[in-house]
């Protein structure tokens, strides 16, 4: 090797590119017979070709790209630095330093489509994410995971109309107005929503209409523990026994990290049950931390309809290995294209794992003492905000977990004008009703978990009552 | 000394091999993995234990059966379980062709872990997230740059979910023009990703699948006699996942535009066209890019991932919402218009990508993408060039027109040695090389489909090859080397006999121990 002379800077290769050295580039297009790389692109008809460059910012250096963008996102103000009451489908929770650990992982964070020889690691720690879910839920069979909650509930929705063979899934009208959205636009054509009556003092499904709802196409009885507005419903034997006496399956959707105490759906009757993952080690990311889940019975009817896939485990040809593969991969589009069980492709694995590095991580008791402490703290915080003059709680005698709706109608003022204060406090209140819920007036849902002190939840009381103070 | 002599022609690799348990096997009664927050004494003190509230029929009775295992070894299992697994960043991924496996630039992944990104809420005030909203104001205005389309959304997470957004929108199109009952069918091609077909199918519509002519390309005669006033969408990739790109793309998006159908453009494959050529000029109406492929994003196992989903001005009022505008220097969040689809996502997609894209064609500039176009095409040409070298290797359809990626065949192999693709698969493995066959159906005979990308330099391309040609002597000399591999991954070949059995599939460790038998 030559050495290199002291004034020679090289600057053809950009980091990322290997092959922009010229030599190199020069050697390759000789193997392959052409003078220059502009031939490379002959497939492509000169009217289609942009020959301009493209109006676009001239490259940084990786040093300038840091000063850069930590420029941009040090405008955002974060739930770090501020005190976060908003939840509403994405909570922010204690993230053990160990699954921010895993997740980061180069391995995993790289990884995709590798085969079981190769990708050994991924389909056991995906096989393991299946089986931790399957004890929280009671449930024998879970997929990998879907985009997220909405999407598991929609891909719920679509399993029970192929098991069914009928039309028409019910939801109660206290869902968020969102999932809905996306249910909606999911399912149609092929399956259409009506929604159920809620109680007006209790929050709860109302039996006698989703009684008078029922009738021989409905599909599925959809509903939630605790559901968007916290709210736990404790009719779900009932519910579930409607929808079974109708020939419908009954699916509730989860937010798992309350199954430390609360019943899981199976034990009222649910066929399907679904939810989304983030609480379980995800941060919030502005919402890229969604992770959807569905689990059901192991039945062959039930199994064969997942349109995701299914990691099974299975002996290998040498006595004493774990091996895992694809459960009945030919359900899948992959296999099938339009003829396969929905769609399938790209989901979010990633988070999978991580929940179950997390579920790894607290075990059956430290489930139990976080669903015990958000449920103490959340109800903390409901009596105090409760005890300041023009407001109160919107189904002030339901158990509820987690989330819970404030009423400020007493006070005279907007969600939206308390929120604006609460913000200059350093505080983000809870989520404004008035826009999905109008009839409520204006309502807010509250979020507390367990990152909460009680010195926080005093500060929220304190900053609202000055808020809402009559001068 | 002695001078240490590396001449193998393979590399010498052999995967970890931890012969780890399945976690609950590590259970043990009392250990704990980490304590959460727990309450105060005062605050416990005035409302008591929390769970007094929950309703007798709502009480769990009994604990989930969750292993108890101390932090450390949590740790070490699950980091012995990613040694066990190769991710791009650890071989020369060339292999999984259709999926553009890059280089995923640290510093990205660096700068997506900061709690100014990671602790965000996305029902904050406008207000509190003015740097992420610029950040995806900035990327939307970089994709209409590269694609010549006028807005992107960026709320569906896969490739798959923005082909489901792209076919809502053709329907919710149909249906604002009162077309939504006639219009009931969608064309696609047997070489675009099978979710094209798949999403179209999930919206209700006929799939009517067009096959290449004799050369590979998609046929303008068999879709002429496709169109009808039934017509509701043409959905295709360009190239397809042959590689092959088809020059007369403008003619097929007037056929369509002509039938009153719309256009819809599978950009999975875009890595080759980056600042060549663009949606727009070809006569689209929508088009996705997937920012875990084009730019960089990882995979992470199966995702969380983007796809950008861009339209010409008469869709705009069809994107899922909410959508990222700039109004009197304030970035602002504008809501579904009425005809909107509505969301396909929760919230506004997966943040951490956007960012990774934004952050990588920052890096790269208006040059540097180009680049990444022409690199990707030369590394795939050289390979190719090479591939049909190796006895046995061959690429069906035209020669001498591929882009970024080529789907090949072993026919000739299998037939001579009855060495499988599958069995190619395996034996890849003992390299250290991921190696993918194709897409089902295998219209290709004993397929295998590579896409190099510009991340590679020759000698990583070089050593593929090597790999390649090192297997196709096997098969001709020692075939039973192959048909038993692997030999150094850390399992040996599955029984997949119980798979496909309801009767004996264990899809959960709880299902596992119901179903095993001691034999």
Not at chain 1, 402 to 411: L, R
Not at chain 2, 112 to 135: A, F
Not at chain 2, 166 to 182: F, L, P
């Amino acid at each position: 090797m030559e050495a290199y002379p002291l004034t020679r800077t090289r600057t053809f290769a950009h980091p990322y590119i290997p092959n922009t050295v010229p030599e190199v580039q020069a050697e390759m297009l000789k193997e392959i017979g052409l003078d220059s790389v502009d031939q490379l692109h002959d497939a492509i008809p000169e009217s289609l070709k942009l020959n301009r460059d493209m109006k676009l910012p001239p490259a940084m250096t990786e040093h300038e790209l840091r000063r850069h963008i930590d420029a941009l996102l040090a405008k955002n103000k974060h739930g770090g630095a501020y005190l976060n009451f908003l939840g509403a489908g994405c909570w922010q929770h204690f993230v053990p330093a160990v699954c921010d650990e895993i997740n980061q992982r180069s391995e995993f964070v790289t990884a995709y489509a590798g085969e079981p020889y190769e990708d050994h690691g991924r389909f056991q720690a995906l096989f393991e994410y299946q089986s931790l879910i399957a004890e929280l839920v009671d449930m024998d069979v879970v997929n990998v995971p879907t985009f997220d909650w909405a999407q598991a509930a929609s891909t719920a929705i679509r399993m029970a109309g192929r098991i069914t063979g009928r039309r028409t899934a019910l939801l109660p009208k206290s869902a968020d107005p969102d999932k809905i959205m996306i249910i909606r636009n999911y399912c149609t054509p092929v399956m259409e929503l009506r929604l159920v009556e809620i109680d007006s003092a209790t929050g709860r499904i109302d039996l006698d209409d989703l009684r008078a709802k029922l009738d021989a196409d409905t599909a599925a009885v959809y509903f939630e523990n605790p559901g968007y507005l916290g709210i736990i419903e404790d009719q779900g034997s009932a519910i579930s026994a409607l929808a079974h006496e109708a020939g419908a399956v009954s699916i509730v959707g989860v937010d798992p990290i309350s199954l430390g105490v609360l019943q899981p759906p199976g034990g009222y009757g649910a066929d399907i049950v679904c939810g989304d993952l983030q609480p379980l080690g995800m941060h919030m990311n502005y919402g890229g931390g969604q992770a959807g889940f569905i689990a059901t019975r192991d039945e062959e009817t039930y199994v064969m309809e997942y349109p995701s896939r299914l990691f099974g485990i299975v002996p290998t040809e040498v006595e004493g290995e774990y091996g895992f593969g694809d459960v009945a991969y030919e359900r899948t589009s992959f296999a099938l294209r339009e003829k396969g069980k929905e769609s399938v492709g790209t989901q979010t694995a990633l988070w999978g794992i991580t929940a179950g590095v997390y579920l790894s991580l607290m075990g059956p008791y430290g489930m139990q003492e976080l669903g015990g402490t958000i449920m103490q703290k959340s109800q903390y915080a409901a009596k105090k905000l409760a005890a300041i003059p023009g407001v109160g709680l919107r189904f002030p005698g339901t158990a509820f977990f987690k989330e819970f709706v404030v009423d400020f109608n007493g006070t005279g003022l907007k969600v939206a004008e308390i929120n604006r204060r609460l913000a200059e406090a350093g505080i983000f209140g809870g989520k404004d009703l008035s826009g999905g819920f109008p009839e409520w007036g204006q309502c807010a849902l509250y979020c507390v978990t367990e990152i909460h002190s009680k010195a926080d939840l005093d500060r929220l009381a304190e900053a609202i009552a000055k808020i809402v103070a009559k001068p | 000394m002695k001078r240490i002599r590396r001449d193998h022609q393979v590399r010498r690799f052999h995967q970890a091999k931890w012969d780890e348990p399945v976690i609950f096997e590590l259970h043990r009664p009392g250990e704990r993995g980490v304590i959460p927050p727990g309450s105060e004494e005062s605050l416990a003190a005035e409302v008591g234990d929390g769970t007094g509230r929950i309703p007798d029929s709502m009480r769990r009775s009994e604990l989930p059966k969750l292993p108890e295992i101390g932090q450390a070894k949590v740790l070490r299992h699950y980091l012995r379980l990613s040694q066990e697994t190769l991710g791009s960043d650890l071989n020369v991924e060339i292999g999984q062709g259709t999926c553009t496996m890059k280089y995923i630039p640290r510093i990205n992944e660096m700068l997506i872990r900061t709690p100014h990104l990671t602790e965000l809420h996305p029902l904050q005030d406008e207000e509190s997230v003015q740097g992420m909203l610029e950040i995806f104001h900035r990327t939307d205005l970089a994709m209409r740059e590269i694609s010549g389309m006028d807005a992107f959304s960026f709320q569906s997470s896969s490739g798959t979910q923005a082909l489901l957004a792209m076919a809502s929108i053709v329907r919710a199109y149909h249906e604002s023009r009162g077309e939504g009952d006639t219009r009931d069918e969608i064309i696609t091609t047997i070489f675009s990703h099978p979710s094209q077909a798949a999403t179209a199918a999930v919206k209700g519509y006929k799939i009517i699948t067009l096959h290449p002519d004799e050369d590979g390309f998609p046929d303008l005669e068999k879709l002429k006699k496709a169109v009808s006033p039934r017509t509701a969408g043409f959905v295709v990739a360009n190239p397809e996942d042959t590689g092959i790109y088809n020059p007369r793309i403008r003619e097929f998006t007037d056929v369509v535009h002509a039938a009153g159908g719309v256009c819809y453009y599978d950009q999975a494959n875009a890595n080759g066209l980056l600042g060549i050529t663009r949606a727009k000029e070809a006569g689209f109406d929508m088009c996705f890019f997937n920012l875990h492929k084009t730019f960089a994003a990882p995979h992470m196992c199966g995702g969380p991932a983007t796809g950008a989903l861009g339209v010409a001005e008469p869709f705009k009022r069809f994107l899922p919402g909410p959508v990222v505008d700039l109004e009197n220097g304030r970035y602002v969040l504008k809501g579904q218009e009425d005809g909107s689809i509505g969301k396909v996502r929760s919230f506004h997609g997966v943040a951490q990508t956007v960012l990774r894209a934004y952050a990588w064609i920052m890096s790269l500039g208006p040059d540097g993408l180009r680049d990444v176009a022409r690199i990707a095409v030369l590394n795939n040409n050289y390979l190719y060039h090479k591939i049909l070298k190796i006895r046995g290797a061959s690429a069906p359809y035209i020669r001498g027109r591929r882009l970024e990626q080529v789907r090949y065949s072993w026919k000739q192999l299998t037939d001579e040695t009855g060495v499988t693709t599958e069995d190619i698969t395996r034996r890849m493995c003992d390299f250290g090389l991921h190696y993918w066959t194709s897409h089902h159906p295998y219209i290709v005979p004993q397929p295998f489909t590579l896409e190099p990308t510009e991340s590679y330099s020759k000698e990583d391309l070089d050593e593929y090859i090597r790999a390649l040609e090192h297997i196709s002597n096997e098969a001709y000399s020692n075939p039973e080397a192959v048909k038993t591999a692997p030999h150094n991954s850390t399992v040996h070949r599955n029984d997949e006999s119980s798979l496909d059995d309801p009767k004996q599939w264990c899809i959960t460790w709880r299902a596992y121990l119901k179903k095993a038998q001691e034999n």
